[in-house]
């Protein structure tokens, strides 16, 4: 067995974890990042692409936005497409704010070359298996290379998703969780074709939700409502194609041109929050604590900023011997959370069909969707929300 020891041990090399270390080691503060995949899956794995100007920003003012700048996509404004027509959301003029459209495995390999470049401590193919004593004297016991390993930190960082060891880790009578299951899924594609539209276009139609969004000129990264548990073989490309069609159909005849798929898959829809998310000396931040359904794109955006919230609190901890906003994470980060499963919860409702709807529920479909583009202040709360709200304290970053 080999023994390390570091002041925070950070499992999962997602976007919390990264991020994570990331932040620290531009305080001075040690981390050893472990993760159970290969580097190649963890920078291909296709996931969400829309950052909010508070991400951007984090990840810039740190040192990792470069790349992010040049060729992350900034848009100002959204399209609400229903009963045929095109209806923009002006988040430039309603609230003086943009988002940017930059993949998520983009930003995990700048976070990987910095750190890489800086020589600091990530682990690939290291598999956290079991937690010791996370609430006094912390442990992680793993495996790399056919080898245990034990790390000996001040802090546990859980950042190792939904599907991790971490948040299992704790008693039940000490956490509470809430889940929504939704009874339906997005099946995504990617395709070698220009986006028909500058802006992301999200759709309600009859038959379901679509969303149309992109990665760069040449590729458009594309969405569908399909049943929860639905097979992919039932969806070859043609059906894929034709279905967006009819759901993205305008009265002013939209052009959707096909293109090689290159990349299919289908997301379970939930919303899930972990509570508290801190036990002692471990902290769950990320999707091991909070799960949203996909429709406000604020998956990744949640998980950085509960990063930033840790952040300010260890850097205080380590810098000046307090304890108070470590002590605060978990109310600080829920507050967050369930305002973003709120907007999520609302965008998801209002978008999608759900079994069993009858025409009245269709005509209150169009009757919200009619009143959110119509009202400015209805406009206006949407904005706010999809921009990404303001951040509630002060941060480093
Ligand atoms: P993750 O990205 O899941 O990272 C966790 C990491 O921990 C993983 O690399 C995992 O391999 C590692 N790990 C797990 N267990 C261990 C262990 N025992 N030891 C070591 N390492 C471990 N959000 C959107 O906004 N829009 C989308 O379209 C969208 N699509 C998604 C599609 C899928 C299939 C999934 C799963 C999520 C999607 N999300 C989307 C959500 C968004 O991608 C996540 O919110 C984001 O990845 C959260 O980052 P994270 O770092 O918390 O977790
Ligand atoms: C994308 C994903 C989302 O969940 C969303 O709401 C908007 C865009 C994307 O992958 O581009």
């Known amino acids: 067995m080999t023994k390390h020891r570091t002041q925070v041990g950070i499992i999962g090399a997602g976007p919390a974890g990264l991020t994570l270390a990331h932040l620290l080691y531009s305080q001075n503060i040690e981390s050893i990042v472990l993760e159970r995949h290969s580097r190649e899956y963890v920078e291909n794995r296709v996931r969400a692409g829309v950052l909010e100007q508070g991400t951007v920003d984090i990840l810039y003012n740190s040192g990792v936005g470069q790349r992010l700048k040049r060729e992350g996509l900034r848009h100002q404004g959204v399209e609400l497409r229903f009963d045929g027509k095109g209806h923009r959301i002006d988040f430039q003029e309603l609230v003086g704010k943009s988002i940017t459209v930059y993949a998520q495995q983009e930003v995990v390999k700048d976070l990987i070359t910095a750190r890489l470049g800086y020589g600091a401590p990530l682990s690939f193919e290291a598999e956290a298996l079991r937690l010791e004593n996370y609430e006094h004297e912390p442990k992680i016991h793993y495996q790399h290379g056919g080898e245990n390993h034990e790390i000996a930190c001040d802090f546990i960082a859980g950042c190792d998703g939904f599907h991790g060891i971490c948040r299992p880790a704790v008693s039940t009578e000490s956490l509470q969780v809430h889940e929504r299951q939704y009874p339906f899924a997005w099946l995504g594609i990617l395709a070698r074709v220009p986006p028909a539209s500058r802006e992301l276009i999200y759709t309600y139609h009859e038959r379901g939700f679509s969303l149309l969004s992109m990665r760069s000129p040449e590729v458009s990264r594309l969405y569908l409502q399909c049943p929860q548990h639905e ?85 205080e901890f380590y810098k000046q011997g307090m304890r108070d906003e470590l002590a605060r994470f978990s109310e600080r980060c829920l507050r967050r959370v369930w305002k973003c499963q ?56």
């Open 342 to 397: 709120r907007f999520s919860a609302w965008m998801t409702a209002m978008l999608h069909r759900f079994p069993n709807e009858d025409s009245f529920s269709h005509e209150i479909h169009l009757a919200e969707l009619d009143y959110v583009t119509s009202s400015r202040a209805a406009s206006t709360t949407l904005a706010e929300n999809y921009v990404g709200l303001p951040f509630d304290t002060p941060g480093l970053f």
């Open 231 to 315: 097979d992919i073989n039932n969806w070859p490309d043609d059906r894929i194609w034709e279905e967006l069609r009819t759901r993205m159909a305008t009265c002013d005849a939209f052009v959707l041109k096909d293109g090689p798929i290159f990349q299919k898959g289908i997301t379970p829809m939930r919303g899930f929050v972990a509570s508290p998310m801190q036990f002692g000396k471990l902290f769950l931040l990320g999707d091991a604590a909070h799960i949203v359904p996909p429709t406000g794109a604020k998956g990744l955006n949640l998980a950085v900023a509960d990063v930033r919230v840790l952040t300010r609190g260890l850097v």
